[in-house]
């Protein structure tokens, strides 16, 4: 069956347009616990994350939870518990979310947005020929973070007391300036590109902790936070961060696409090499459109000094009209949940230099 056959392919495809730059070989990764955390400030990547929510916390044949009244309520639902589970184990969360997109990230939109109406039809043709599992895959592919979703998931923030950032253009850059301000300790994102931003350190799988199940595969694998950090990567590699720039854009990233047959190996053997990335397209002939721009949006991206950072109690009757009454939440959960946030974890104190 053509649908069943490429479902995972194109899948995948998505996958890798919605994480930036594909540098993963290179980077120095480590398994830690969620305990390990406890706190920590952690600018956490709010599209990135509500997109995972979105993908992952769906019905067997890939549609999305909904109230009575058919509005997604997948985001609300991850947002929420998974929130509690930050709070509880010692977190203090800040969201920060997107704003208005680099003009040189309009390809590789317009390529996203093409994925996911591709997904969308084969997830209906799927879903009628009774598919359930090549459905699932391209439902999730076909996940989009739309303005009422962001919109509530602010709103779903400030009842819960748990504060937010609007970046004005990547929230990823922000929230590495955060970090460079000393307002934050990390970042959690699924994707590379904090590092670019120049964040010293990532956290991923923080919120896709626990079993998932392997694409295509009838085997599940537990997924753990893990964290990567620059100083360490760049010493391993022996680069610094403008050079892991000029590597990230070989390999390609949200504003260009990579050489070709050039990946993360290959790339860091020529800014090796040759020292930049000019020198190294200089001596091969070779031209990438808009360079100096790209590293520009790197190097000195558009961030903002205008946030103020402050956690308060949840509040705990909008909760409760926001989840129950209006979206049909089950008034126990939510109360339960409500007192984990209020409640959060007074175990483990582990500091940043523990880590290592």
Not at 169 to 177: L, N
Not at 215 to 243: A, S
């Amino acid at each position: 069956m053509k649908v069943r056959i490429n479902a995972l392919r194109e899948s995948s495809i998505y996958s890798r347009e919605n994480m930036g730059t594909n540098i993963s070989d290179l980077l120095q990764k480590r398994k830690i616990e969620l305990s390990s955390l406890s706190n920590q400030v952690i600018a956490i990547d709010a599209f990135n994350t509500l997109h995972q929510f979105l993908s992952n916390i769906r019905q067997r044949d890939g549609s999305p939870l909904v109230d009575s009244g058919g509005r997604i309520t997948s985001h609300i639902s991850g947002l929420l518990y998974r929130t509690a589970n930050f709070v509880e184990a010692g977190i203090k969360p800040i969201f920060v979310f997107d704003g208005k997109p680099p003009e040189l990230k309009s390809e590789t939109l317009s390529r996203r947005k093409e994925v996911r109406e591709s997904a969308r039809e084969k997830w209906e043709i799927a879903k009628a020929e009774g598919d359930l599992e090549t459905a699932y895959k391209y439902a999730q592919a076909s996940s989009r973070v739309k303005p009422e979703i962001v919109e509530d998931s602010k709103y779903l923030l400030n009842i819960m007391g748990i504060p937010f950032v609007q970046a004005p253009s990547e929230g990823e850059a922000q929230a590495a300036h955060m970090i460079l301000k000393k307002d934050a300790n990390c970042i959690a994102s699924q994707d590379y590109d904090s590092l670019l931003f120049g964040a010293q350190i990532i956290i991923r799988n923080l919120a896709v902790t626990g079993k998932r199940k392997l694409p295509g595969k009838d085997v599940y694998v537990n997924v753990e936070p893990e964290i990567i950090e620059l100083e360490e990567t760049l010493f391993n590699l022996g680069i610094n961060r403008e050079q892991l720039i000029d590597i990230a854009i070989c390999v390609g990233t949200d504003y260009n696409k990579g050489l070709k047959k050039v990946g993360p190996k290959t790339a860091l053997m020529l800014i090796k090499k040759y020292g930049s990335i000019h020198a190294m397209l200089r001596e091969r002939e070779l031209e990438i459109k808009a360079l100096d721009s790209i590293r520009e949006l790197f190097i000195h991206p558009e961030v903002t000094d205008d946030y103020k950072i402050k956690w308060r109690k949840p509040d705990s009757e909008k909760l409760i009209e926001f989840l129950c009454e209006n979206h049909g939440f089950s008034v126990e959960r939510i109360e339960k949940a409500v007192e984990r946030l209020k409640t959060g974890s007074t175990t483990s104190q582990k500091t940043l230099e523990q880590w290592f």
